[in-house]
């Protein structure tokens, strides 16, 4: 979306608000701008670069500092007051399809209509029969709207949950139709913890028939909205989709910009203006000379910048990182040497053990660690080194070494435990207390990680603030925090995993019993800026425990 777009579509926001709080003249007069705005033949920065705001028709000095200021800032504060004064209802029912401002207006007006819920249950009684200029057609299609918006559910997924369902249809489209490019932009490429709607972005020898497949897929429960480029559809679940399908020449700009953040893209636009370009969803111009689009690390050099990967686009610091040359080098999945946390069930076969060696080879890992607990077996000890001599036997080639842990409860650990030989590592299973201050694992030995780190989901604090003296006490004593793809919900969030990388901690990457989920707890820990000496799990396996001999 270009800065004209932007602008545009927030005057007419204005003007919509306006309508509602039934301001006569107000409202056109943003609508005029909006309108010459959006038929401009160049960006809204080239004119206020050359001081030639005010000969936009229709733009007088009000207008022109508020697109000053959102060209400056990106927002106006002008239109966030008048939302503010509006119930948030009303405005969700405003954007019902078919329901403009001036109709929400009369229903807000007329039957206290504050939502599209309450509008829903106002037809279900038969509230609006016999209202001027609601007939049984116009009913009929209000109807339609708020059926279309309750097919969308409001909450946002996990992040597993939503990558799930846009791999699924990612893959679908790459099957069916002639797409050549094709990525999950958004917050999803973006790789946050909770999503709301799903991007994709494609280029494509034909779009409409691109978007003809993926209108039809069987996942499809609605189709929102349909162009010869664009597409919106609601799907099983209730999650909203968008595909959009771009000209070659522009897919890097075009993913750039849909992976956004909004903040990381409105520094990024300062930096162009700053440099005499404009950057959009189309390209870098320099003037009518296109500089930049075809992918995003050419969108990047032409503002003099090394490419920045999406899980850090958040404006925290990542630009002036990369301005300077001192952007980290962010852990790879393919620097994951081995998983460390799977649960062999007592008595575990050789079947069992072959699978999980035969999957660790596909992965390429150097090692795989099975976990035992301290109540699996009288001596944990002897069955650790059953398990390694019945591994020792697997016909499996190349075969991963196998590394022994052993779980303990931290509240039950005691420093006894945290040195023991004839294991490779301990993982500490957390409660969703403080960590106990007085286990002090000692500076030698295995090494040790917490695994399941629950967290209290009460109160006002954020993840990472409940996570702050475990991030204190596992930096102290050379304790590695767990990461997986479920987030804070069984681990540490980015902004936990930054503050840990920020004092120096250590994090342990888990995929969770689903191994093709390693790329996402890999993202999570790449936007919290983690690099490969930050994860215990990216470096060479310990030297081998000392096996101990069975008891005669």
């Known amino acids: 979306m270009s800065s004209n777009t932007e602008v545009a579509e927030r005057l007419q926001r204005i003007a919509d608000l306006l309508d509602l709080k039934a301001e006569k003249f107000k409202p056109e007069a943003y609508r005029r701008a909006a309108r010459s705005i959006l038929g401009l033949g160049e960006d809204l920065t080239a004119f206020r670069s050359r001081g030639q705001l005010d000969e936009i028709p229709g733009v007088g000095e ?90 969308v559910s409001p909450a ?152 920045i990967p999406p899980e850090i686009r958040e404006d925290r610091g990542e630009l002036e990182a990369a301005a300077a040359g001192e952007l980290p080098d962010l852990i790879e999945a393919g ?68 590394l022994i842990g052993l779980e303990l409860s931290i509240e039950g650990a005691s420093p006894g435990d945290a040195s023991r030989s004839d294991f490779d590592y301990l993982v500490l299973r957390a409660g969703a207390s403080a960590p106990r201050v007085g286990l002090r694992p000692p500076q030698e030995g295995p090494p040790r990680f917490v695994g399941h780190l629950a967290l209290d989901p009460g109160g006002t604090a954020t993840p990472a603030e409940r996570a702050t003296p475990w991030i204190r006490w596992a930096s102290e004593n050379r304790v590695a925090l767990e990461v997986t793809p479920d987030g804070p919900t069984d681990g540490l969030d980015s902004n936990g995993i930054r503050a840990l990388v920020e004092v120096g901690g250590e994090i342990v990457v888990s995929p969770g019993p689903d191994r093709g989920a390693l790329g996402l707890a890999v993202g999570l820990a790449r936007r919290g800026w983690a690099t490969s000496r930050h994860v215990l799990n990216a470096r060479d396996p310990p030297p081998p425990a000392p096996e101990r001999s069975r008891p005669t």
């Open 62 to 151: 009000a207008i022109r500092k508020k697109i000053e200021e959102y060209l400056t800032t990106g927002r106006i504060e002008y239109l966030e007051r008048l939302t503010a004064e509006v119930p948030p209802g009303v405005v969700e029912l405003m954007g019902l399809p078919g329901l403009g401002p001036k109709t929400a207006a009369r229903l807000f007006g007329e039957l206290g209509v504050s939502s599209p819920a309450e509008l829903g249950d106002a037809i279900g009684t038969g509230g609006l029969n016999g209202l001027a200029g609601f007939g049984p057609r116009k009913i009929a299609l209000l109807k339609e709207a708020v059926e279309g918006a309750r097919a």
């Open 156 to 307: 946002r997924r996990p992040l597993r949950e939503a990558w799930t369902i846009a791999e699924r249809i990612r893959r679908a489209l790459a099957e069916r139709t002639e797409v050549r490019e094709l990525e999950i932009a958004g917050s999803l490429r973006r790789r946050r913890e909770t999503i709301g709607d799903i991007d994709l972005l494609a280029t494509s020898t034909d779009p409409p028939a691109t978007i003809g497949v993926f209108a039809a897929l069987p996942e499809v429960r609605k189709v929102v909205m349909k162009g010869p480029t664009k597409c919106t559809v609601v799907v099983e679940p209730g999650v909203q989709v968008d595909l959009r399908v771009v000209a070659p020449g522009s897919f890097g700009a075009a993913l750039q910009y849909f992976t956004g953040s909004k903040d990381h893209n409105i520094k990024l636009r300062t930096r162009a203006r700053d440099l005499g370009l404009k950057i959009n969803e189309y390209g870098v111009d320099r003037g009518e000379v296109r500089v930049g689009g075809r992918d995003e690390t050419e969108v990047y050099a032409a503002l003099g910048l090394p490419w």
């Open 335 to 402: 620097q994951i040497r081995g998983t460390l946390h799977h649960h062999l069930p007592p008595g575990a076969e050789e079947a069992e053990l072959a699978l999980l060696a035969r999957e660790g080879a596909r992965q390429g890992a150097a090692y795989v660690g099975a976990v035992l607990g301290p109540g699996e077996a009288a001596h944990p000890g002897d069955l650790a080194g059953a398990l390694r001599r019945a591994w020792a036997q697997l016909a499996v080639v190349p075969r991963p070494r196998l």
